[in-house]
């Protein structure tokens, strides 16, 4: 054998060995990769209680952006919630191929004034998005939100299978479940639901909409759908609840589609407790808090108050 | 302007007109404009079925089928009246499938039977090419008795099919694959690098989500099968089978453009053989074919004694050794006789099955606004482009489902997608108006005006879960889009085996208002089967498949006439 063919063998088979073993490698980590890719993520983006400004408040004004601004003077400014630098991640509710008249999605002018307000406040980035029921493109298009926010200087992002993350939820029911990544790789979270009437929970406001942080088969989760709204709402505690009450879909909800089933209230309202915002919020369908379920549930698991009064409560009309 | 000069404009021609092709079935895709003037009716930007409304064949297919000229499909004309003058130039110069055929046939190969000797053999005018004209007579008496069989073979919906359901959805599958591969290694650098990759490309070719299609396999089958013919056969299809080559070689049977040969001075080198596309014996010794050649011009521009010219008005002489050319199309009129009563029999053929007596697949649902059935396909020319540009992959094309009468026409499968209410896409790609496009208020309805309904859903109880299981469960009640729902819940105690009284609210139809759009079917938890699904009955385009005596809104006037 002459020195060059021995030294070309060995190098052939120093290679083949080597992508062997580099194979063997690679595929040897993938258990510890999957397993890293359950990011032990949290939700809780609240901010701390101030007892200078009450707990709740409400304006109303046929001037929606002037409603939201009182509301939320009133509850100590933007600057008490985004502090400069912040991400801020905004969830409306952009479920529905709907338009903003159908009331089936959030306004979109409340939406774009929250981005606005985000940015004054220094905030780094500000992205709005949602986990749409339709086929997102026309959601984020037809009710006006991805216009709306994007001219107010937002990113929005539509939900792409990517950007999805694994996540224990320490739920009750809902433990490990794919959440869309700015829901929960962010510093602060708005969530920014419209009141409508829903037949199954009776109402979905601002916990019923943090179904839309994720994906998987959520269509299952009517079966238990209370413990589910608590689990996530258990999971997910916003930095500020701003609820739109422009334009309340009372009957057909929650995809709508007929203005005969939208009752004009002109309301905002802001407040850092979930469970107070379902329960004011619920009183928009003739509801009180103490008469639905899911409502009931979480403030029993301790997530906030059904009295909303009880923390402060402002009214501006 | 020499020679070579117009080769390469041909060859020029053959890349844009092909990526022309290619990149109106890209664009035959829900791509939605973010600042829309009119957010209310989303119509597509672009005329992107236009290439389909310039084939001659479709025009005279639907024509004799449904006797009608569909919106732009008269700019068929733009090929069908210079071809009378010049012979088949749209072959070798326009046709998307042609050029593709010409370059699979045309790439090197090391192959020795494409070699030499060999080459030119297969290069010589050859007996099959006869049978795609009696393909076309086939197909063409088939429609002139109702039933458009055309569009299987007609190269460009053939093409923009397999494009549109088999091509792009595969390269889409295989790259998100790969990319889930590349990131499944986690390395870094190799994530990155590789979704750099996939980011570059899909904004080109990939839709906003993958499309599954079911029973792809036959349409990518026969892609395939042809594609690969090829490097048997130089251009086999367009040679042997195509039937719109075969309308416009017949066509083509007056043209004043020809070969004209100079016996003298030709060597007899074959160059012309070699690299001749429409196998038309250009050399001198052979009767030369107008109806086969493609004016690929390949013969003049590498005869090297100038033999060969293409010109006005050629002089055709007849020598001993060199024969005149054959001006008439060369099929036998017996077997023309075959065709033709072939065509007359094929729809008492197809329409002697069950499915014609009472017994018509119920899950046969057709995309909004469609015809009736029997007009449906007498239109249809299964090009795909509803399935294509539906953006919620509700639309496949058939494989049995319609019988083979309607192979691959569009079927919509609410379990992979509903149809969107406010979606009039699939009516605005239709090229022979097969789906008619409708206005949003035609589609969804309103006080004066009745919805476009596609089916109605029915529960399966022994399934659903309020209904057989006592748990709740109201999603399809939710997603109804009705307004209002035509889903509706009473609320009732149910049992569990323990004797447990337990409420729950179970979903019940009403007929008035459900569309048949599919949107319960799809979200309904239960996986596999759903609980709730849709059947083609009740559907606005049938006047026979009414489930009720008198249904709101079925007014006479609203359905369309066969």
Redesign the interface.
Known sequence: MERREFLKKTGQALALAAITGGTGLLFNNRQKFTYDRLMAKTGDFAVPADSAFPGMALAKNNDHVAALNASLDAMGGIKRFIRPGDRVTIKPNIGWDRTPAQGANTNPVLVAEMVRLCLVAGAAKVIVTDISCNDPRRCFLRSGIKEAAEKAGAKVILPDDDEFVKTDLKGELLTVWPVLKPFVDTDRLINMPIVKQHSLSSCTIGMKNLYGILGGRRNQLHQQIDQSIVDLAAFCRPTLVVVDATRVLTRGGPQGGSLDDVFVADTVFCTTDQVAADSRGAEFLGLTGDKVSHIILAAKSGLGMIDYRAAGYKEII | MTIATVRNLRRISQVVFFLTFFWLILKTN?Q?N???AN??E?TLPLPVSIALQFDPLTALGTLLANGTLFKGILWSLVILIPTIFIGRFFCGWVCPLGSLNHWISEFPSERARRKGGRKIESNRYKKYQRIKYYIFFFFITAALFGTLQIGLLDPLPFLARSIGTVVLPTIHTAASGILGWVK????GPLSTAAQFAYDLMAPLFLT?RQAHFHTILTIGFLFVAVMILNRIFTRFWCRGICPLGAMLGIFSRYAIFGLQKNEPACTHCNECLLHCQGADNPDIGAPWHQAECHLCLNCQGLCPTSALKFKFLPEHNLTRTNPAPVQKVDISRRKVIASLAGGVALLPLLRSGDAFAVNANSLLIRPPGSAAEEDFIARCIRCGQCMRVC??NALHPTLMEAGLEGIWSPILIARIGYC????TLCGQVCPTGAIVELTLKQKVGGADITPNRIGTAFIDKGRC?PWAMA?????C?????????AVY?REETVYDRRGNGIKV?QPHIDPDLCTGCGACEF???V?DRAAIYITSIGESRSAENQILLQRKGIAQSNIRKG
């Open positions: 829900f939605v973010f600042n829309p957010p209310d989303i499944s290694f986690g390395l906003f953006p919620n969107e209410p406010t979606c879960l748990k709740p469960c109201i999603v009640e939710e997603w109804c889009p009705t307004s209002p729902k819940l609210k979200a309904c938890p996986v």
